[in-house]
Each structure stands twice: as structure tokens, then as C-alpha cells.
Nanobody, 121 residues
Framework: QVQLVESGGGLVQPGGSLRLSCAAS????????MGWYRQPPGKQREFVAA???????YFADSVKGRFTISRDDAKNTVHLQMSSLKPEDTAVYYC???????????????WGQGTQVTVSS
């Protein structure tokens, strides 16, 4: 059974940085696309970023140039490095693992439990 555990969320000031991590068990990160979604308060969950099995990365337009995604297959972990954070980045961030698709960008598969990111002064 796949289990995804996120960590690294918290409170950060606008313009700051934060690094989220997702540790996978029951599966291998290199066998699956890995990615992140987020759900802002009162809004629907949305795609943020993905890294495919070949290492190609994809980002939502709202985070391009500010967020990066990487994968450490030796540790079975994926990271989301967030920089130049804005109040509108405030959301619960969810890790996801599974099959990557485009139009729209998405990953179909298993979810983590989520970690809260709050960007506020």
C-alpha cells in the first residue's frame, strides 16, 4: 500500500522561501510521476508541479519561475522548493504519486495527507 507523508509546511513571510518534502513508502519514486497539488482556503484543489519518471518537470503558470521540484530516488523522496512566496500561495499542499497526464497537467494516483503553508506578514 502506497503511503505519502508530507513535511516542511509552516508560516513564512511574503518573499520568503520554504521547502516541502514528501516521503513515499510502498512504492518507488522512480517508477512513478511525483507531484504537488494545493488547496487554497475556500477554493478547489489545483495542480502545482510534477516530475515525471524521465525527470521532466512541469509547473502551473502561477508558480513558474518561483517553484522547483526535485526527486531523490535514493531516499524515495520528492521536494518542492518554493521561493518568492506570495499570500496567494497560502494553501494546504498535497503530495501525489501516480500516472502523469497533460491537457490539463495532472497526476492520477495516491494522495498524501497534506501540509499547511501560510504566507503572511
Amino acid at each position: 500500500q502506497v503511503q505519502l507523508v508530507e513535511s516542511g509546511g509552516g508560516l513564512v513571510q511574503p518573499g520568503g522561501s520554504l521547502r516541502l518534502s514528501c516521503a513515499a513508502s510502498g512504492s518507488r519514486t522512480y517508477d512513478n510521476a511525483m507531484g504537488w497539488y494545493r488547496q487554497p482556503p475556500g477554493k478547489q484543489r489545483e495542480f502545482v508541479a510534477a516530475i515525471t519518471t524521465s525527470g521532466t518537470t512541469y509547473f502551473a503558470d502561477s508558480v513558474k519561475g518561483r517553484f522547483t521540484i526535485s526527486r531523490d530516488d535514493a531516499k524515495n523522496t520528492v521536494h518542492l522548493q518554493m521561493s518568492s512566496l506570495k499570500p496567494e500561495d497560502t494553501a494546504v499542499y498535497y503530495c501525489k504519486q501516480g500516472t502523469f497526464g497533460m491537457a490539463p497537467l495532472r497526476i492520477a494516483g495516491s494522495w498524501g495527507q497534506g501540509t499547511q503553508v501560510t504566507v503572511s506578514s
